[in-house]
């Protein structure tokens, strides 16, 4: 089974729980990068980054070298904006057509998730949804124990698939 983890990251906090993920099932990985990120800093990036996502914002991402097609399962993580996934990933979804295809999603916050799976799963409907999982600011707080669960968390996804 081929896999991938597709990801966007604004602080560093969806690339490392990422990273961990890939590692443990030895995926392949995808960063999705925009062609002009958000240059804001302090609370201006939540208001601009919010903003983006509440307007459903689909900006220009880099190319990148990944068929999806190519994938079995998918794990794919977002950072919380708004209550939502972040427009990257939104820019990712809207483009990428993929059916039948294991997804696993996380995300990160800083507060909260949200509603945010029940969105994400609404634009996979054709796919297989096989776990989700958050993290509570994995850089700032309790970062072993977070790595710690994103391993678990991707053992237990990958465990349901050879028990199915």
């Not at 983890?5 to 990068?33: H, P």
């Not at 302090?42 to 459903?56: H, P, Q, S």
């Not at 977002?78 to 979804?93: C, D, G, I």
């Given at each position: ?5 597709i ?13 961990t993920?890939?590692k443990?099932?030895?995926a ?7 062609k002009?990120?958000?240059?804001s800093?302090?609370i ?8 983006a ?10 190319p990148?070298d990944?068929?999806?097609q ?7 993580g977002t950072?919380?904006?708004a209550?939502t ?7 990712f ?14 995300c990160?916050h800083g507060?909260?998730?949200?509603k ?7 634009v996979?409907t054709?796919?297989q949804i096989l ?5 509570k ?6 970062t072993?124990a977070n ?8 053992e237990?996804?990958m ?6």
């Amino acid at each position: 089974m081929k896999k991938i983890v597709i990801f966007y990251s604004f602080e560093g906090n969806t690339r490392l729980i990422a990273n961990t993920i890939a590692k443990t099932v030895d995926a392949d990985i995808l960063e999705l990068t925009p062609k002009d990120e958000i240059q804001s800093t302090g609370i201006m990036k939540y208001v601009w980054g919010g903003k983006a996502a509440l307007m459903n914002a689909k900006p220009a991402l880099l190319p990148y070298d990944k068929n999806i097609q190519e994938y079995d399962l998918l794990f794919i993580g977002t950072p919380v904006w708004a209550w939502t996934f972040a427009p990257p990933l939104n820019t990712f979804l809207a483009t990428e057509v993929f059916v039948n295809k294991k997804i696993a999603l996380f995300c990160c916050h800083g507060g909260g998730k949200g509603k945010i799976f029940r969105k994400m799963a609404k634009v996979l409907t054709q796919n297989q949804i096989l776990g989700e999982a958050d993290f509570k600011d994995p850089l700032k707080h309790h970062t072993e124990a977070n790595l710690e669960k994103a391993k678990k968390w991707a053992e237990r996804i990958m465990n349901t698939l050879s028990t199915s």
